[in-house]
């Protein structure tokens, strides 16, 4: 401030020496009267690179461009929920940290490593179910194979059955021959009966007779037992056939009762593996493919979408409980400000109007990118203060945004559609009841001409400028305050200053 205000006050030095001439003295009036001459007026300024140095003076180009009405105001950048991310430890252990805090993050990337003795205790109880479904599976096997093997040999007793079904058809046919000799050596013994009894018989063929029939009478005895051990046969052939369906049947009710109960056991093991993953944050086909939740020591943490590491929780090698935040992230493409309006400036708001965010003024900022979003309205106000909340949402935040970052929103509720002459607000200083600019003389680039040009409407940071400056000219922005506290380039009666900077007294009139 003391190094400004001493180049204030050489700048007033150095404005006095410009109106004395320097070291050459006043003029003196021709016909005496020891009158001299005063110092031509003018409304040009000297601004030798030495006081542009020390005063800080910056200047920036007229430019033809939209001047909209807007409404200003102040707020801040913050994080949504929607862009930050915090990972947990789902399960108590041993970290070990594998990003630094502010590093910047992809989908994809390891946060931290965790070994914890609960994994061990899980990986066990997943091994047990997978055993029990194994076992199950392996029972299932061998009752499939007994049916297998029970319908394959039913297919054998139709065979079997056409098999007992000849015998006894064979044995049938034989008892019916031998029926056929019975009766016949019947007749014969009767005959040779009735013979002796008339003294004409001979003994020995009644006695061959005799033979004959016992041993038909027998032979036919020994089929019926041969007959009654074929139907026999078949009977238990045929209760042997009904056994084994049944058993198939109960075969059948044991498979589909394994298959709900390996079905059951899978169920059970899956969700303990979808725990699993959970706690690990893995998904569950990563942590089933290959069976790797039986070779996995340790398991890493990662990012589940892009980001910026906000805080790192933990340090490695620390233990650490379950449901403890290691590390939380916040992705800076999904920023959004948030500003505070008055009440009384609702009338001209409304969702959906377009808006600008723009850096503060002054400082390496100021001429930053401005960001373009839509303005929301939250859902409450503040009744006490008299306010409310303002979002501006953006499809791509400015990259100097921060969250906490302050800046200034410009809402544009009424915009014109032909650009006009602007140069930036903080060009124009109030010096009494006249706004002036101070413009770059073309002819000199060490010096500035004061003018009070006609201005416009004012949006945001630009306002019109009717006359008085081309496109391109230049115009002083930072140093306006020092140059008008010089008081120079200021008439001091009525009067008018031409082109070349010559101060005229009176109207234009008084010339003619």
């Not at 409980?321 to 992705?331: K, P, R, S, Y």
Request: hydrophobic share 40%; glycine share 8%; with cysteine.
């Amino acid at each position: 401030m003391t190094k400004q205000l001493w180049s204030i006050a050489a700048l007033l030095l150095l404005f006095t020496a410009s109106c004395t001439g320097g070291e050459t003295p006043p003029v003196e009036k021709s016909g005496g009267g020891g009158e001299t001459e005063a110092p031509a007026v003018t409304n040009r300024i000297d601004i030798p690179p030495a006081v542009v140095d020390n005063l800080g003076i910056t200047f920036v180009k007229v430019e033809r461009r939209l001047v909209q009405k807007t409404l200003r105001v102040p707020g801040q950048f913050e994080s949504p929920n929607e862009s930050r991310r915090e990972y947990f430890t789902m399960l108590p252990g041993r970290i070990e940290v594998l990003v630094n805090q502010y590093q910047t993050v992809e989908p994809g990337t390891p946060l931290f490593r965790l070994e914890s003795p609960e994994w061990r205790r899980i990986q066990e109880t997943l091994a047990n179910a997978d055993a029990e479904i194994a076992r199950t599976a392996s029972d299932r096997t061998v009752m499939q194979a007994e049916r297998t093997a029970m319908i394959e040999g039913l297919k054998l007793y139709p065979a079997r059955f056409d098999a007992l079904d000849k015998l006894e058809q064979a044995s049938a046919e034989h008892v019916k021959r031998l029926e056929d000799s019975r009766d016949h050596w019947q007749a014969r013994v009767t005959e040779l009966e009735d013979l002796m009894k008339q003294g004409v018989g001979k003994a020995t063929e009644l006695a061959d007779a005799r033979g004959e029939l016992k041993s038909t009478l027998s032979a036919i005895a020994e089929e019926r037992e041969t007959q009654a051990g074929i139907e026999e046969q078949i009977a238990n052939l045929d209760a042997e056939k009904r056994e084994r369906q049944l058993s198939v049947a109960v075969l059948d009710a044991r498979l589909e009762s394994a298959g709900a109960l390996i079905s059951m056991k899978r169920a059970a093991f899956n969700q303990a593996l979808s725990s699993s993953a959970g706690a690990i944050g893995m998904s569950t086909s990563e942590l089933a493919g290959g069976d790797t939740w039986r070779t996995l020591d340790s398991f890493t943490i990662k990012a589940n979408s892009p980001g910026v590491v906000k805080h790192v929780h933990a340090t490695s090698g620390a233990w650490v409980e379950a449901n403890t935040e290691i590390i939380g992230t916040v992705d800076l493409t999904k920023l959004r400000f948030r500003a505070k309006a008055l009440q009384a400036d609702l009338g001209l708001l409304k969702p959906g109007l377009p808006a600008r965010v723009v850096p503060p003024e002054g400082g390496s900022l100021q001429f930053s990118a401005a960001a373009t979003g839509t303005l929301e309205f939250p859902v409450e106000a503040d009744a006490a203060e008299r306010v409310l909340d303002l979002l501006v949402v953006f499809e791509t935040p400015p990259g100097w945004a921060r969250p906490g970052v302050t800046a200034e929103a410009e809402i544009i509720y009424e915009s014109k559609d032909e650009p006009q002459l602007a140069i930036p607000v903080r060009c124009v200083v109030q010096d009494g009841l006249e706004k002036v600019v101070f413009v770059r003389d073309p002819d000199d680039p060490n010096k500035v001409i004061r003018k009070t040009p006609p201005l416009g409407g004012e949006g945001g940071r630009w306002i019109e400028i009717f006359t008085g400056v081309m496109v391109g000219r230049e115009v002083v922005l930072d140093g306006v305050y020092e140059l008008k506290l010089t008081g120079a380039g200021k008439a001091a009666v009525d009067g008018h200053f031409h082109a070349d900077g010559t101060f005229h007294a009176g109207s234009h009139s008084d010339e003619e």
